[in-house]
């Protein structure tokens, strides 16, 4: 599955933000409790405008949690107007920029909104990609049975069934392997 540059990363940063809501971690630890933990995802998802770091923005993003993580509770047509309440909350108005050796690309809200308002509404266009390109059956929850961490399956042939954050696909792997052997010993 392949999305444009923007629309990738607008996705990545969003499963990494609902990854720090404590429903998503299988010790139910919140990952964005301080401004180290700001820091930390800022660093890692870079957005463009004015970024203030402060407890303000800490807290914008903790409360958008909840709703982005929302869309991994549903399927494609549910999902549509989860989509436009964001934008219409954010006031989006999608245009054309370049920047910073970014080609082209859409903004669709001013750099001065609130950090929290622009994380929103840029999930949001994302969204729009993965729904209007019918591939939402590849946002996804963990299959590790100790884990609920959201991801969204870029294989080629959707076959992805772990999330990235806590090595689930190997620790799944090192159980089955352990249950077999199990078996093996006691026939």
């Not at 990545?12 to 930390?40: I, K, M, Q, S, W």
């Not at 308002?117 to 590790?144: G, N, P, Q």
Request: hydrophobic share 35%; net charge negative; proline share 3%.
């Amino acid at each position: 599955m392949v999305f444009i540059h923007d629309t990738r990363t607008a996705l990545e940063a969003t499963v990494a933000l609902v990854n720090t809501h404590p429903d998503t971690d299988r010790d139910a630890l919140d990952g964005l409790t301080t401004l180290a933990d700001l820091d930390a995802f800022l660093s890692d998802h870079p957005y463009t405008g004015d970024i203030r770091r402060d407890d303000a923005e800490l807290q914008g993003l903790r409360a958008i949690r909840p709703r982005l993580l929302a869309l991994w509770a549903t399927d494609r047509e549910g999902a549509v107007p989860l989509v436009n309440a964001m934008l219409r909350d954010g006031s989006a108005l999608p245009q054309l920029v370049i920047h910073d050796g970014y080609d082209w690309h859409i903004h669709a809200t001013h750099d001065d909104a609130p950090l929290a308002t622009r994380v929103l509404v840029e999930s949001a266009m994302a969204f729009v990609d993965v729904i209007r390109s019918d591939h939402y059956d590849r946002v996804r929850i963990c299959d590790a049975d100790d884990c609920s961490g959201a991801y969204i399956d870029y294989s080629r042939n959707g076959s992805k069934r772990y999330c990235d954050s806590g090595n689930c696909g190997n620790r799944m792997n090192v159980n089955a392997y352990r249950r077999r052997r199990g078996r093996q010993e006691t026939a």
